[in-house]
């Protein structure tokens, strides 16, 4: 007779958490380097350089991706894209109607 397969205990205490990760200045290399392309690319660009999906995607990626950052560094870059993809959505045709 094959034996049941195990389970956990319910009510067994949690098994100990893994120290936290520390995130380092490498960690954050390659970070940088992505979040100020696509900063630089919205700041030169004269039209919006995405179509709307792949502008909102390029948001949400700034968004997710600046929480890497020291705070106050992924504040200041999440304001200033925000402000240049305010810019180009302005500059925008408006549909007529």
């Keep these: ?5 195990s389970q956990l205990d319910l009510f067994a205490a ?11 200045e490498a960690d954050r290399a390659p970070v940088r380097r992505d979040l100020y392309a ?11 350089p995405w179509d709307y999906t ?3 995607l390029a948001e949400m990626r700034v968004d997710s ?10 504040a200041n870059l ?10 180009l959505y302005a500059l925008e045709p ?3 109607g």
């Design 1 to 5: 007779m094959a034996s049941a397969p």
């Design 54 to 56: 792949q502008a909102a």
């Design 94 to 96: 408006q549909p007529e």
């Design 38 to 48: 696509l900063l630089e690319k919205a700041q030169k660009a004269e039209r919006l």
């Design 65 to 74: 991706m600046s929480k890497w950052l020291p705070d106050d560094e992924a």
């Design 78 to 87: 999440r304001q200033r894209f925000a402000e240049e993809l305010d810019r």
């Design 14 to 24: 949690p098994p100990q958490a893994e120290a936290p990760y520390r995130v380092t």
